[in-house]
Structures are given as C-alpha cells and as structure tokens.
C-alpha cells in the first residue's frame, strides 16, 4: 500500500490538538523534564516562542497543583484555550509514573518522547543541562513526535511489570546456582552430575541433602536405609538404587580440609535457603502473570504448540495492546529481529543488507526469538518445516520463524482467534476436519493452564478463552472438558 504522508510517526492526538487550534500561537506546550525530586518545566507556544522560562516543580501532588494553577494563569494571560495545552517528557523511571499519570487522570494529553531521539534535537550535542534537554523535548513535541497512548497500560501494564519481575527473578536464580555448583565441587565434587550420583540437580531430594551438614563424608556415614528413606520422603524415584549408587560414589571423591568444611557448609546452606525463596517466589509470580494474561488477547497464544504461559506473557506484555500498537513493520523493528537496509547510488545502486540494529526492545527480542526455537522443535507442523529449511539453506531461522510468529501473534490478539493450520482456514473446510482438529488440540491447551492452576479462571465465561471455548462447543456440537 502506498504511503499518504511522508510523516509516519507522528502522533495523531497531538496533530488533532494543533487542528482544533487553528493557530500555532494558540496552542501551549508544557516539556518536562522529569527527576526524582525536582522536575524542570517550561512553557511554549506552538510557534515555539517561550512563554515563560524553565522553573522547577516538585516531583508530589503538591507540584502537580502548582503546575496546573501555573498553566492556567499563563493560558488565561496569553489567550489560550485550556483544550490546547498538552504536556511532554522524555520516557523515564517509575519515579515519574504517578506525576505523569496524575496529569493523564485531569484529561491533559501527556506525551512520551524517546530519549535518544530528543538528544537529536539539542542545540549542543556535546552539553547536557536541563535546560539544553528541555529544547530538545520541546521542538520534538512540535513536531508531533510522542507517544500520547501508551500500548502499554490496565491489565498490560500490570502483565509487563510481572514479567519482567520474574524474568529478574530467574537471573538471581541463575547466580545463586552458579554459587551452589561453586561450594559444591568443593564439598562434594560431582554432586550435581546426575550420571555420577543417580540424584536429579537442584531437585527436591537434592536440595534436602545439601541443606544440612552436606559432606561426601557424612554421605557416606549414613545408614543406607536411613538415606534411602530420606531420599524417598523428598520424592525421589527409585530411592534403594539412588541411595547406593550415591554413597558408592561418595567414598571415591576428594574431599576439602576439615578446617574448612564447616565454613563451606554454612556458606552452601545459606545460598540453598535463598535459591528456595526465590523458587518460591518466582512460582507464585508465574501464578499472577497466568491469572493477568487470562485477562487478555495474549491468551490465544497458548493455541500455538510450543508455545507456554510464560512466552505468550512476555510477547504480549512486551507488545501491550494490539490495538494501540504500531504496524507489524514498526514492530518488528522495534523487537531486533530484522536486518538493516542499505541503498544508494540510484535505481542501479546495490542493496547492502546489515546485522540487525542493536537498538530495539531486547526483552521482546529475547522472547520472540526463544518462541521460535521452541516451535522449531516443539510447533505446528507447517512451522516446523519451514524451521528446517531456513536452517538447511545457511538463513537464521530463529529471526525468520520469529518475524512469522510475530504476524501471527497480532493476528491472533487482534481478533480474538485461535490458532488454525493453514490446510483448515480456508472456508470450504468441513466442520468435521476442524471439530477434529479441536479435540485433538484441547487437551494440551487444557494441561498449559492446568499447570499455572489457572485453569477455571482461564476459561471462564467472560474470559476471551472461556467465550471461544463456549462458541466452538456450540458451533461444532463438541465437548471441551475442563
């Protein structure tokens, strides 16, 4: 489709304000530049002539007061309506997020300007004062460039803030199992290789033996039926056989100085206890982030095989809602996972296709990218073909499948659909082949939720999964148990 206007990002609420102005002189914008204690603001008209100078406000209801009253006397003193007045900052911290939103909750337009883009508009890009970045906030405002509806918000943005705290989460338990393999190999060198000691790392039965006085030694010691007894109590299979096989290899091992062990010992019990609450609480986090995507569109991502609660959350947090997003282009773009064009020298100038940018979204690009190794091994069958032959031809698969999954992921959210194979879309499809299709499929949707044990909130009747399994059930005259 050909392109109208040549400016493709501006935004539509601050090109509708300047519309209903008439006049550019009419039309106030407040830039801010935000900070923890004190913000820095200044007024301006839509000419861009200063109608007051940058002054600072406090960073709490109070200064949100004193920087309403302010702009209203200065609309009164310059004649301009208060429907004209949008207000503008660089995307910051949480610091900001109640300031900004209690602007948004009196009806003003807030607007979000890319930080590395308003560094583009400073009058002196080796300086960077308050003032200088308050210049470059303002002439991006008045070039219509922010982001007045952020995709962002309700029920997106409590799914983005859980996953991104439980993505942290992961990486601290990450650490803390590096400094458990480190003590270990000390105090009992091997422990954690399953082929050596017949026990599963970090399982149940492993963390209990680690947890008290852990030593090859005391391994050793212990009656083999008070071992195996205790190894069955952390449920832990064939625990006759573990037990034996655990303490033969204990007597084979080298041990630490005994001066040393009791140091060692405390300092592995302590790093168990943390990577156990951490467990613990990335668990009931993963509980939330099921229960807020159940909420949402992103839920029809689950119908994708190879695709769990925990990938469909990110890409939808990440994404937000569909319907305030960019196009797909922007997106993808935006996620990393498209290479950099380069042409000139005319219609005969070659293309030079680049590495892709490293400017993007990089938790975004991080969960598109895993979705599409998990379907390349795990997905739909046309998926998986198409895996096989990017990577049989020397192409990054990863970034194909996962511009593909991208697509249908809009797709999907957009209008509240299941996944359907290419072969059952098309309209002359019998409804036999896709009440077939559905039954076969359901059981593995079922068990993702099941596992979150969000499964009688996830198909709830006024849930968008809940009112799809209602409408396939009375369309096709099938049953999809719960």
Same mark, same amino acid.
């Given at each position: 489709?050909?392109?109208?206007?040549?400016?493709?990002?501006?935004?539509?609420?601050?090109?509708?304000?300047?519309?209903?102005?008439?006049?550019?002189?009419?039309?106030?914008?407040?830039?801010?530049?935000?900070?923890?204690?004190?913000?820095? *603001?200044?007024?301006?008209?839509?000419?861009?002539?200063? #109608?007051?100078?940058?002054?600072?406000?406090?960073?709490?209801?109070?200064?949100?007061?004193?920087?309403?009253?302010? *702009?209203?006397?200065?609309?009164?003193?310059?004649?301009?309506?208060?429907?004209?007045?949008?207000?503008?900052?660089?995307?910051?911290?949480?610091?900001?997020?109640?300031?900004?939103?209690?602007?948004?909750?009196?009806?003003?337009?807030?607007?979000?300007?890319?930080?590395?883009?308003?560094?583009?508009?400073?009058?002196?890009?080796?300086?960077?004062?308050?003032?200088?970045?308050?210049?470059?906030?303002?002439?991006?405002?008045?070039?219509?460039?922010?982001?007045?509806?952020?995709?962002?918000?309700?029920?997106?943005?409590?799914?983005?803030?859980?996953?991104?705290?439980?993505?942290?989460?992961?990486?601290?338990?990450?650490?803390?199992?590096?400094?458990?393999?480190?003590?270990?190999?000390?105090?009992?060198?091997?422990?954690?290789?399953?082929?050596?000691?017949?026990?599963?790392?970090?399982?149940?039965?492993?963390?209990?033996?680690?947890?008290?006085?852990?030593?090859?030694?005391?391994?050793?010691?212990?009656?083999?039926?008070?071992?195996?007894?205790?190894?069955?109590?952390?449920?832990?299979?064939?625990?006759?056989?573990?037990?034996?096989?655990?303490?033969?290899?204990?007597?084979?091992?080298?041990?630490?100085?005994?001066?040393?062990?009791?140091?060692?010992?405390?300092?592995?019990?302590?790093?168990?206890?943390?990577?156990?609450?951490?467990?613990?609480?990335?668990?009931?986090?993963?509980?939330?982030?099921?229960?807020?995507?159940?909420?949402?569109?992103?839920?029809? +991502?689950?119908?994708?095989?190879?695709?769990?609660?925990?990938?469909?959350?990110? *890409?939808?947090?990440?994404?937000?809602?569909?319907?305030?997003?960019?196009?797909?282009?922007?997106?993808?773009?935006?996620?990393? #996972?498209?290479?950099?064009?380069?042409?000139?020298?005319?219609?005969?100038?070659?293309?030079?296709?680049?590495?892709?940018?490293?400017?993007?979204?990089?938790?975004?690009?991080?969960?598109? *990218?895993?979705?599409?190794?998990?379907?390349?091994?795990?997905?739909?069958?046309?998926?998986?073909?198409?895996?096989?032959?990017?990577?049989?031809?020397?192409?990054?698969?990863?970034?194909?499948?996962?511009?593909?999954?991208?697509?249908?992921?809009?797709?999907?959210?957009?209008?509240?659909?299941?996944?359907?194979?290419?072969?059952?879309?098309?309209?002359?499809?019998?409804?036999?082949?896709?009440?077939?299709?559905? +039954?076969?499929?359901?059981?593995?949707?079922?068990?993702?939720?099941?596992?979150?044990?969000?499964?009688?909130?996830?198909?709830?009747?006024?849930?968008?999964?809940?009112?799809?399994?209602?409408?396939?059930?009375? +369309?096709?005259?099938?049953? +999809?148990?719960?």
């Amino acid at each position: 489709m050909k392109k109208k206007n040549i400016f493709q990002n501006q935004s539509q609420e601050i090109l509708a304000l300047f519309e209903a102005a008439e006049d550019r002189s009419k039309v106030m914008c407040v830039p801010i530049d935000y900070a923890k204690k004190d913000h820095v *603001v200044m007024f301006c008209n839509g000419n861009g002539k200063i #109608i007051r100078k940058p002054f600072s406000v406090k960073n709490s209801l109070e200064g949100k007061d004193y920087l309403i009253d302010q *702009v209203t006397r200065s609309c009164h003193h310059h004649g301009i309506q208060p429907k004209h007045i949008f207000f503008g900052g660089e995307d910051c911290g949480p610091y900001a997020d109640n300031f900004i939103t209690a602007l948004r909750s009196e009806n003003w337009i807030v607007a979000g300007v890319n930080a590395h883009d308003a560094k583009k508009y400073r009058e002196n890009m080796q300086a960077s004062t308050d003032q200088l970045d308050l210049l470059g906030i303002s002439k991006m405002l008045l070039s219509c460039r922010g982001n007045c509806s952020p995709a962002q918000s309700g029920i997106y943005w409590n799914l983005k803030i859980l996953i991104r705290q439980r993505r942290k989460l992961v990486h601290m338990i990450t650490g803390v199992s590096n400094r458990i393999h480190t003590l270990v190999d000390v105090i009992f060198p091997g422990f954690l290789n399953e082929k050596k000691s017949g026990i599963f790392p970090f399982s149940k039965g492993s963390l209990a033996l680690m947890d008290d006085r852990f030593s090859a030694q005391q391994i050793s010691r212990r009656s083999r039926s008070t071992l195996a007894k205790f190894l069955s109590r952390h449920l832990v299979h064939h625990s006759d056989r573990c037990a034996e096989k655990l303490q033969q290899y204990a007597s084979q091992v080298l041990q630490p100085p005994e001066s040393h062990m009791a140091t060692l010992q405390v300092s592995l019990t302590q790093q168990v206890k943390l990577y156990r609450c951490l467990q613990e609480s990335t668990h009931h986090l993963e509980k939330e982030i099921a229960e807020n995507l159940a909420q949402t569109s992103g839920a029809f +991502l689950t119908t994708i095989r190879g695709i769990g609660i925990t990938l469909a959350s990110g *890409v939808c947090a990440e994404i937000g809602n569909p319907d305030k997003q960019k196009p797909l282009n922007n997106l993808v773009s935006y996620a990393g #996972i498209i290479p950099r064009i380069k042409q000139t020298g005319g219609v005969q100038g070659k293309i030079q296709v680049k590495k892709v940018g490293k400017r993007c979204n990089r938790i975004l690009k991080d969960y598109v *990218v895993q979705s599409a190794s998990h379907i390349g091994v795990q997905g739909p069958d046309d998926l998986k073909s198409d895996y096989k032959r990017r990577n049989a031809k020397g192409q990054h698969a990863d970034f194909g499948i996962a511009r593909r999954y991208l697509r249908m992921a809009m797709c999907l959210m957009r209008s509240s659909q299941t996944y359907l194979p290419k072969n059952l879309r098309s309209s002359r499809i019998c409804k036999e082949e896709r009440a077939r299709y559905y +039954l076969e499929t359901w059981p593995r949707l079922r068990e993702k939720w099941q596992r979150a044990n969000a499964l009688n909130l996830a198909f709830d009747k006024d849930k968008p999964l809940g009112q799809w399994r209602n409408m396939v059930q009375e +369309l096709y005259g099938i049953e +999809l148990e719960l």
